[in-house]
């Protein structure tokens, strides 16, 4: 668990998707990201504008005092998606078929471990 004293410019949002269930893998997209409040719910995330997104089984953060985004897939960070992206960002999964998720906004351990005391909230003290 972090520190809460740890520096403003290091903590970051964070959550994690696993797919639990994907009958249909070849042709069910699942998309994790972040939109705008007033984004589409008929849209994947990362399909308009106003949110980001990426379609697999991963992870994704935020750092609000730089902007950027990342994601993460199987615990590992796969680097800054996007940066400058200043915006009241929302926690946003999409599915174009049917499919069972787990979501961890930080009840649990997160498979990237540099998030574990992370959350869609903030630190977690």
């Given at each position: 668990?972090?520190?809460?004293?740890?520096?403003?410019?290091?903590?970051?949002?964070?959550?994690?998707?696993?797919?639990?269930?994907?009958?249909n893998n070849d042709k069910t997209i699942i998309a994790i990201g972040l939109a705008s409040k007033n984004y589409s719910t008929?849209?994947?995330?990362?399909c308009n504008t106003h949110s980001v997104g990426f379609h697999s089984d991963e992870g994704c953060g935020y750092y609000p005092?730089?902007?950027?985004?990342?994601?993460?897939?199987?615990?590992?960070?796969?680097?800054?998606?996007?940066?400058?992206?200043?915006?009241?960002?929302?926690?946003?999964?999409?599915?174009?078929?049917?499919?069972?998720?787990?979501?961890?906004?930080?009840?649990?351990?997160?498979?990237?471990?540099?998030?574990?005391?992370?959350?869609?909230?903030?630190?977690?003290?």
């Amino acid at each position: 668990t972090l520190s809460t004293s740890l520096p403003a410019k290091y903590w970051f949002y964070y959550y994690e998707i696993t797919i639990l269930l994907n009958e249909n893998n070849d042709k069910t997209i699942i998309a994790i990201g972040l939109a705008s409040k007033n984004y589409s719910t008929n849209r994947l995330p990362g399909c308009n504008t106003h949110s980001v997104g990426f379609h697999s089984d991963e992870g994704c953060g935020y750092y609000p005092n730089t902007g950027q985004v990342f994601f993460t897939m199987n615990g590992k960070n796969l680097d800054t998606a996007y940066t400058g992206l200043f915006h009241t960002w929302y926690p946003t999964i999409g599915s174009n078929g049917t499919c069972k998720l787990k979501v961890n906004f930080g009840q649990e351990e997160f498979m990237y471990k540099e998030a574990n005391g992370m959350s869609v909230a903030g630190i977690i003290s």
